[in-house]
């Protein structure tokens, strides 16, 4: 893959405005990661990124107080052109004078789509397309496959014992992996807009499913139930902190109970193994999640690997043989070809009581 850009101090100034935009993670869905830097002389005079969901965009941020003409804009997104939260960044583009802007790729938003790269050369200014553009689709990952799928990305996250087992045998899970493991894989919910479980798990271990740690500080994190039956108790502790944490429920279609137990309570079509999950991710995007974690427990994570609706994998292992036939296994059901995960980019990372996994489709 060649991610070259057309001058070397290009590829340095893209890759800063690529790591600016990175700082939004976690905070900007479903729109982008975008950072923004503004060069003259070979100089950086200015810069800025999104912050979160709503507020300015990078150019905007980076543009608003210069008052230097002929400059080069690094930004990898393609400006916008259309009036949204905030005004086209083009015309403030243009309003500056900026001589040359630099973009790794085309806005897949449709109400961009190229727009906004036409308008920038109607107006003579120098557009170049391309630089680093491989490096920023694997950062915006998220935005790309919401607006270019219309699904949210899907990260299947799984705490295993060496010999794939999720529980021991008396089907507990909570115990898999270690403190090390479980406070990093707890941390790892910062990246993403939603995360998605089981009913078993809400009633087995009643867990908050939030984020505590500070880097996440004031972050909004959706948790969804999936609960065929509509069978989970109201005094569980998912139902609290809905402010910051708000709860989404699934259930069947043929659910016997039709109680909507909160505001985004769905009822959809089942399947055998639950619930039709392309419907349950076909809500989730009309309602402006770009990236969901599935955190299990069995019966859900199968439903992800078995229709093959995932981007990613994490698997958390723990040092441990489990061994028993009574525990559930990842992914018991199987597959009824011999069918390889291909993962265009895995991950290794080490820890004391074991490694964590993490494949990229
Ligand atoms: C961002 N931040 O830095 C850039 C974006 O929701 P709006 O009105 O702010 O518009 C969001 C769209 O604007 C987004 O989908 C993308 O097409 C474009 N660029 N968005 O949130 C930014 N540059
Ligand atoms: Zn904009």
Redesign the pocket.
């Known amino acids: 893959m060649v991610d070259m850009c057309k001058k070397a101090e290009d590829l340095k100034f893209m890759k800063i405005a690529i790591k600016l ?1 990175q700082k939004g993670e976690g905070f ?1 869905e ?3 990661l ?1 950072g ?1 830097v503004v060069v003259k002389n070979g100089k950086i005079i200015s810069y800025g ?2 912050k979160s ?2 507020q ?4 905007r941020m980076a543009l608003s107080h210069i008052t230097e003409k002929n400059t080069t804009l690094y ?1 990898p ?1 393609e ?2 052109s ?1 009036y ?3 005004p086209p ?1 083009t015309d403030l583009i243009i309003k500056k004078s900026v001589k040359r802007v630099v973009i790794s790729i085309k ?1 897949p ?1 449709p ?2 789509g190229g727009k906004g790269i036409e308008k920038l050369k109607k107006n003579s200014i120098e557009v170049d397309l391309g630089c680093l553009k491989y490096l920023y689709s694997e950062v915006n990952r998220h ?1 790309l496959e919401y ?1 270019k799928e219309k699904k949210p990305y899907v990260t299947i996250k799984a705490g295993v014992s060496i010999d794939s087992k999720l529980t021991d045998k008396y089907k507990n899970s909570k115990w898999i992996t270690g403190k090390e493991l479980r406070e990093y894989s707890h941390s790892l919910r910062g990246e993403f807009s939603a995360i998605l479980v089981g009913v078993k798990t809400i009633i087995e271990d009643n867990p908050l499913l939030n984020i505590r740690e500070k880097a996440w500080l004031g972050k909004r994190l959706y948790r969804i139930v999936l609960d065929s039956n509509n069978i989970m108790p109201q005094d569980l502790k998912i139902f609290k902190h809905q402010e910051n944490f708000p709860l989404i429920i699934f259930s069947s279609k043929n659910a016997d109970n039709k109680n909507k137990k909160v505001k985004d309570h769905f009822f959809v079509k089942p399947n055998k193994d639950g619930l039709d999950v392309r419907e349950v991710l076909h809500i989730l995007y009309k309602k402006g999640i770009a990236s969901v974690m599935v955190e299990g427990g069995g019966n859900v994570i199968n439903s992800f690997l078995k229709e093959r609706l995932y981007n990613e994998i994490i698997l958390f292992c723990a040092d441990k043989l489990i061994g028993a036939k009574e525990s559930v296994e990842l992914f018991s059901s199987g597959m009824s070809i011999l069918n390889p995960i291909i993962f265009r980019k895995r991950e290794i990372l080490e820890f004391n009581s074991g490694y964590i996994l993490r494949g990229f489709k």
């Open positions: 935009g900007t479903p729109n982008p975008v923004a990124f999104h969901f709503g300015k965009h990078a150019e930004v997104l400006p916008c259309h949204g939260k905030t960044c806005d938003n109400v961009v935005y607006m």
